[in-house]
């Protein structure tokens, strides 16, 4: 039957191909889906930064934040201001290539700057956030390499409130001649607590690196189930927290700051000093009606064909292995009614439009043949 709809049809058979090489249309899994343990998230958001251009962050799924908090409630001897200007895009000159001169000078990729001169009692640092607020579980991923100078704090993280919160920070005062740590940290009620100091809970685990994060980038990563928050570091497992699991949606954060806390942040350093993002790629579930909606339009029964694979990064993405994969950039039409983003070396736009057509035909099928 099928074969004969195919003779009268011949250009049928490019679409079905098309299908066929997969679109994610179910989504994307952290494992295979034959593997002891996988899980299967429906969305995706990434960045591209060795490769995005511009001066508004903001065309990028990030809101760098504008906000000033005293020394007395920042609770060191100076205070916090955080300014748009210290978020910074500073993609490579040559929009081909993956490593090599950026334009502005320095390590291509999104900068967040803390600033020298704090002479007026504040410390000028970067932070910002996801517009997007419906993250709830999920695998979040990324490439950063650390500032060299003594005396800063630098954080990815994802947020709901005080007591659903899950970081990765790192404190350059922490760095030595070969090592680097990283502060796991869940804020939970029992930190709430205790001032919104989680050193004395289960959700706060101080893990030593086999490397300085300072001295190339590295993927960073946690992966958050129901169950259990698990953190990688260049796909090396670190470490897992199962208690106080947080249950709501919410968004990424990332900021990098300095109050002279010298039992935290330390510093403040006498000079500017960046840290510097090459990727965010994060997978996750939504708590979004209309994404959950789009879901089960693209994905109406359940099929382990159409789920892909998220590769794990396993070596330092820097100098030669800087080159990562993003479904976004595929030309196989990976990450059908997601948002991407344009990018200086096309891949992002030019897939785009192929997308459209492919969700054209998928639509065409199932009118076809259900
Ligand atoms: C993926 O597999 C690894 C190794 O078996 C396991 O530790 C990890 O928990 C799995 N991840 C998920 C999300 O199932
Ligand atoms: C994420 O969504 C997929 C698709 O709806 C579902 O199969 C999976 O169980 C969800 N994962 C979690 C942790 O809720
Ligand atoms: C920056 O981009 C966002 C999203 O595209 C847009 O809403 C906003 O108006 C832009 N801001 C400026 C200053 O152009
Ligand atoms: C923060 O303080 C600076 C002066 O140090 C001022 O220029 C700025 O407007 C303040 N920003 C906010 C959001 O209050
Ligand atoms: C965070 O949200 C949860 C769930 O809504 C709520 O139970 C908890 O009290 C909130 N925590 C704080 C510190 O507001
Ligand atoms: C950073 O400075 C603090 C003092 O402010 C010092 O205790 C620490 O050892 C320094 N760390 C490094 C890596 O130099
Ligand atoms: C460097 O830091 C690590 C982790 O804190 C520590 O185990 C190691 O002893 C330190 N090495 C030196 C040379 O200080
Ligand atoms: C953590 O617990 C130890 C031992 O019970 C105590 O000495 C220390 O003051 C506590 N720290 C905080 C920040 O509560």
Not at 109 to 119: K, T
């Amino acid at each position: 039957m099928l074969r004969d709809a195919m003779g009268a049809m011949p250009w049928l058979i490019l679409a079905m191909s098309r299908l066929t090489n997969a679109a994610c249309e179910c989504g994307y899994s952290v494992n295979k889906t034959t593997d002891a343990t996988f899980a299967v998230y429906t969305d995706l958001m990434e960045n591209d930064f060795l490769h995005s251009a511009g001066d508004n962050v903001t065309e990028f799924g990030w809101r760098p934040q504008e906000y000033n908090v005293s020394a007395e409630d920042a609770r060191g001897p100076y205070g916090k201001e955080f300014f748009v200007s210290n978020v910074e895009l500073n993609p490579l000159k040559d929009a081909q290539a993956w490593s090599g001169d950026s334009e502005k000078g320095g390590d291509a990729g999104l900068q967040l700057w803390v600033r020298g001169d704090h002479s007026h009692g504040y410390v000028s640092g970067a932070e910002m956030t996801t517009v997007r607020d419906d993250a709830l579980y999920g695998s979040f991923r990324v490439g950063m390499k650390l500032s060299a100078q003594n005396g800063t704090c630098g954080a990815f993280f994802w947020y709901y409130n005080n007591s659903q919160e899950i970081d990765m920070e790192f404190l350059s005062k922490q760095f030595n001649e070969s090592q680097g740590v990283v502060n796991l940290v869940l804020q939970t009620p029992d930190s709430v607590r205790a001032g919104y100091d989680a050193a004395n809970t289960s959700g706060y685990r101080v893990e030593s690196l086999p490397f300085r994060p300072d001295e190339q980038f590295h993927e960073y990563r946690f992966d958050w189930s129901p169950e259990s928050v698990k953190f990688y570091a260049d796909g090396q497992f670190l470490w897992e927290m199962t208690e106080d699991i947080p249950s709501e949606g919410g968004r990424m954060f990332m900021n990098h700051w300095s109050n002279g806390d010298p039992l935290w942040s330390a510093g403040p350093p006498g000079a500017d000093t960046a840290m510097t993002v090459s990727y965010v790629k994060a997978y996750f579930n939504s708590t979004d009606n209309s994404r959950n909606d789009d879901y089960t339009k693209r994905c109406s029964t359940f099929d382990a064909s159409k789920v892909c694979q998220i590769p794990d990064v396993t070596q330092a993405p820097d100098g030669a292995k800087a080159q990562t994969y993003f479904f976004s950039q595929d030309g196989g039409d990976k990450a059908p009614d997601q948002t991407t983003y344009h990018t200086t070396n096309g891949a992002a736009s030019l897939f785009a439009s192929s997308s459209i057509y492919i969700s054209v035909f998928a639509m065409f099928f199932s009118c076809v043949f259900l």
